[in-house]
C-alpha cells in the first residue's frame, strides 16, 4: 500500500473486489461527489412528487409510494408524476454518461451527441417515420432509435481514415448535423398538419405525455449500458493518452472506440426516442462535474449524477415557470446550455486576458 501511495495521488484508494487477486482503484473526491449529487438529484426527485396542481404532503407522497394513500392521492403519484420523475433522473443519467463517453473519445469539451448531430439523425427518423407510416408512438420511437444509430454509424464511417480522431469526428458530425437539420425543415413542410404538429412537439424534447410504458426502456437501457461504460473506462483513459501510447499499453484502439461509440449512441439514442432531442445535457454535466470533482479528464459516474440532477432539476422547473402550463424540458435545458456557453466563453476570455 505504501508503494500504491506514492505512485498515485493521496486521494485514490486500491479497494478490494469479491474476485481473486482483483482490484479497483477509486478516487476518494470522485467518489464523494457522485455520491453527493446522486442523493441531491434523488431529493429533488422526491421533492418534485409533491408539486403540481394538486399540492401533496410529502408524508402523502411517502404513504402513496408505500400504497398507504387514498387512490385518489396514489394515483397522482405513483400512475402520473412519478414516471416523469424517474424519465428525468434516469435519462440525465444517460445523457451525462454519454456525454462523457464522446468527450473523453474525441478528447474535446465540445464532443457531444447533440453538436455531433445524433438528435439531428433521430429527429429526422421520426419525420421519415411520420411521412411514411404516420405519426403513431410505436413509429416516433422505432424512427428516432434508427435515426440517431444510424447517424452514429454514418459519422463514424465517414470520418474513419486509419483510424478515426476526434476532431474530425467533430467536423464531420457537425457538417451532417447541419445536413439533416435542412432535410428535417424539408420534410416537416411535407407532412399532414397533424403529424408536423406532433413531430415538432416531440422535436421541443417534453416529459409532458411520458408514462410507465416509456420508463421502461430508458431503465433498461441504463442498466445494460451504463455498466458497459464503466467497463470500458479503463480503456477510455487511456485512449486519452493519445492513440500510439494506448496501442504500446495493450488496448485495441479501434475496437475500443467503436465500443465507445455505440454505447454512447445507445443511452443517447434511448432518452431521445421516449421524449425528443434534449440539448446540452450531455455537453454540460460532464464538464460541471469535471470542475467539482478536480479531475484529469472527465468520468462517467459522477457525470451521470451530474446530468440526473441537471434534467431533473430542468424539468422541475419546466412544470412550475409558467404553471398550470407547462414548458418542454428541451426548451429549459437549451436556456440552461445557453448560460453555460456565455459563462464558459467569458470565462475563457478572462484567462486569456489575465
Keep these: 500500500m505504501n508503494t500504491?501511495?506514492?505512485?498515485?495521488?493521496?486521494?485514490t484508494r486500491l479497494l478490494r473486489l469479491p474476485w481473486p487477486d482483483a482490484w479497483a482503484r477509486v478516487d476518494l473526491r470522485v467518489a464523494a461527489v457522485s455520491a453527493l449529487l446522486a442523493l441531491v438529484a434523488l431529493a429533488v426527485c422526491l421533492w418534485s412528487l409533491t408539486i403540481g396542481e394538486l399540492a401533496i404532503a410529502p408524508s402523502e407522497v411517502l404513504a402513496a409510494l408505500a400504497g398507504d394513500a387514498d387512490e385518489g392521492v396514489t394515483r397522482v403519484v405513483r400512475e402520473w408524476r412519478l414516471p416523469r420523475a424517474l424519465i428525468g433522473l434516469l435519462?440525465?443519467?444517460?445523457?451525462?454518461?454519454?456525454?462523457?463517453?464522446?468527450?473523453?473519445?474525441?478528447?474535446?469539451?465540445l464532443g457531444s451527441p447533440d453538436i455531433i448531430g445524433f438528435n439531428a439523425g433521430a429527429y429526422t427518423g421520426t419525420l421519415l417515420a411520420a411521412l411514411l407510416i404516420g405519426g403513431s408512438e410505436l413509429g416516433t420511437t422505432a424512427g428516432a432509435l434508427l435515426g440517431g444509430i444510424g447517424t452514429g454509424l454514418l459519422v463514424y464511417v465517414l470520418a474513419f481514415r486509419h483510424g478515426v480522431q476526434g476532431y474530425r469526428l467533430i467536423v464531420v458530425g457537425v457538417g451532417v448535423s447541419a445536413l439533416l437539420t435542412s432535410l428535417n425543415s424539408y420534410l416537416l413542410v411535407n407532412l399532414r398538419r397533424e403529424d408536423a404538429?406532433?413531430?415538432?412537439?416531440?422535436g421541443a424534447g417534453s416529459f409532458n405525455d411520458v408514462g410507465w410504458s416509456e420508463v421502461w426502456p430508458v431503465l433498461i437501457a441504463a442498466a445494460l449500458l451504463l455498466p458497459a461504460g464503466l467497463v470500458l473506462t479503463g480503456r477510455m483513459r487511456l485512449l486519452e493518452l493519445g492513440d500510439d501510447a494506448a496501442r504500446a499499453l495493450g488496448v485495441p484502439v479501434e475496437r475500443t472506440r467503436l465500443a465507445m461509440l455505440l454505447v454512447g449512441i445507445g443511452l443517447t439514442a434511448v432518452v431521445t426516442a421516449v421524449a425528443g432531442p434534449i440539448a446540452f445535457v450531455a455537453l454540460v454535466a460532464p464538464q460541471l462535474a469535471m470542475r467539482l470533482t478536480r479531475a484529469g479528464g472527465v468520468r462517467l459516474l459522477p457525470a451521470a449524477a451530474m446530468g440526473a440532477l441537471l434534467l431533473t432539476c430542468g424539468d422541475l422547473i419546466a412544470r412550475t415557470v409558467i404553471a398550470p402550463s407547462q414548458l418542454p424540458v428541451g426548451v429549459v435545458t437549451v436556456c440552461l446550455g445557453g448560460a453555460y456557453l456565455v459563462w464558459l466563453l467569458w470565462s475563457s476570455s478572462r484567462r486569456g486576458t489575465a
Aim: proline fraction near 6%; charged fraction near 10%; hydrophobic fraction near 50%.
Design 4 to 11: 500504491t501511495e506514492r505512485i498515485w495521488p493521496a486521494r
Design 91 to 109: 435519462g440525465g443519467a444517460a445523457l451525462g454518461a454519454s456525454g462523457a463517453i464522446f468527450q473523453s473519445l474525441t478528447r474535446n469539451p
Design 197 to 202: 404538429i406532433a413531430a415538432a412537439t416531440w
